[in-house]
């Protein structure tokens, strides 16, 4: 449920999280800052699509990721047709959908374990300011590994309310749901505890 | 990732010699816990009004964890949508989002819940209704529009004043969250009273 | 063989309430079942062994170590399994989580690796080593807690009601993983009393005290006999 990856073996998928990452923002902030005219929106729209095609993710792919951003396409264009001339507004929206698939591709190419690792050698730097970058990578670890048991946890908690007729609510739900997670946490904090974090 | 070899060095000052173990859990279960309430269908608070909760998990990360680790709950979950979750409302994610016309107020959900925090358990260690109410309409909603929309302006390329005015639509939904968050703060000051301690104790 | 585990005289508060009331025991290298109603103090006994709980009184030795003094080297020494299986997952993906353990010991990466092949192994994970850790069933989550306390080859086993959020055949199989032979102890705190009997030995806990230590058919039969008058 919680990753976006697709496996595959093109040379997108087998080159290295890091420059990867690097590589794709490049080109994600480009397009981002392009001027907001027809050219730039098929300029936008072009390189996008380039993106997909030249690892040979192909275009069946681009078609997912933009009917996943369907409603974001729908409010940015709606909104912006009220106030801005329709140039602008279809660059604005090509432009904001354009660098959203492509900065997508990272996730859709790589291993959130890989993401990680390069997270955390990309912090060494910050190691001279008191940050300890195995120590952040383990608490986004701990939190993308939390995620699917917290969803379970609130499916429970509202069945359990239902079942006992009650309506979904602050005293019902929201607070015995918070009571949990909490519980949880103190769980997961010995655990970490236990298998010898300090 | 975890087998590197490092050269010993001395524990920082900083914020690291303060995140143990049981921080390191809690930072990441609120993260998590804003992950969870933006999942479709997640939290509906009054009948079908399909409102995303995420907010309230920013005002409740600041007023249970406090300032700093309610702060940092934050940073550990925007970091977890840059690194391409799909867990912003309408299961979104990945780097795109901070550049997009939102991204100020995924920003100010950091600065937000670390205001949020501060009010919250300013000085005293009893909560009280007042300054709970304050913490979390200044810190959940004041702070996160004041760095949402500029940004926001930014990105569309709009004027501030109708990006203000678009962004009002969201404030009857915050102004709810808000509500939700003082009372299940000072509920929860009753119902697990281990929670709103800066360190907790021992366990049974 | 010199006693490994000793308690001295330790009484552990929590809040208004004696959780442990001056218990004094001494256990050898052996499965030790620890068994007593809700609330009788077992489980504090089994968190203070583990450094999890600092006594308020009284002295605790494990092996020679002090679990509060010498917290780390206790964290060497001792591996834990708690109850609910989801929140001992820590990594997202099952062969991740096992290294996990081994983060601290900082081998080097092939040697980590193999470790945790040899372990996903012994627990018949080895097929789900790539898996997502929360795909797993409740039963196959704690053999993987499992795999992480005994992958840092800990010299003491303790386990908190380890199958009490499992159905009978995954107890049983988690019962028999922790009972194995080995040359580590064991401290098997349970409400499953023909696990208890299982043991060598059994402790008995009564309102933070405790009230006996012997053969586990005898301490059985006096926890039985107690619950029916």
Known sequence: ?198 | MTDQVTTPRPAPAGIRSRIDATDIARIAVFAALTAVLGLPGGFAVFGSVPITAQTLGVMLAGAVLGAWRGALAMLVFLALVALGLPLLAGGHGGLAVFVGPTAGYLLGWVVGAFVVGAIVHAGGRRLTWLRTSVGVLVGGILIVYAVGVPVSALVLRLPLGPTALGSAVFLPGDLIKAAITVVVTMTLVRAYPRALRARPSVRA | MTASLVFDDVSVRLGDRLALDSVSLVLDRQRTAVIGANGSGKSTFARVLGGLVAPSGGSVSVFGVDPVRQASAVRRLVGFVFSNPDAQIIMPTVAEDAAFSLRSERLPRAESAERVRLALAEFGLTELADRAAHDLSGGQKQLLALVGAVIRRPQLLIADEPTAFLDARNSRLIADHLLAPTDRSLVLVTHDLDLAQRCDVAVLFEDGRMIGHGDPADIVARYESSLSC
């Open chain 1, 1 to 198: 449920m919680l990753t976006l990856y697709r496996p595959g073996t093109g040379w997108l998928h087998r080159a290295p999280a890091g420059p990867k990452a690097l590589a794709l923002l490049v080109i994600v902030l480009a397009v981002s800052l392009m001027p907001s005219t027809w050219l730039a929106a098929a300029v936008g729209a072009g390189v996008a699509v380039a993106c997909y095609l030249v690892p040979r993710i192909g275009l069946a792919e681009l078609g997912r990721q933009i009917v996943a951003v369907r409603w974001i396409i729908v409010v940015t264009f709606g909104f912006q047709v009220i106030f801005l001339p329709l140039e602008s507004a279809t660059a604005n929206t090509v432009r904001v959908v354009a660098a959203i698939v492509i900065a997508a591709l990272l996730v859709l190419t790589t291993r959130v374990g890989d993401l990680l690792d390069a997270f955390e050698l990309g912090l060494g730097g910050f190691r001279r300011f008191g940050l300890d970058p195995a120590r952040v990578a383990l608490v986004l670890a701990v939190a993308i590994t939390t995620v699917p048991v917290l969803a379970r946890i609130a499916v429970g908690v509202r069945e359990s309310q239902r079942a006992r007729g009650a309506r979904a609510g602050i005293r019902s739900f929201v607070i015995p749901f918070l009571v949990v997670s909490l519980k949880h946490a103190d769980d997961l904090g010995d655990a970490l505890t236990a298998r010898g974090v300090a």
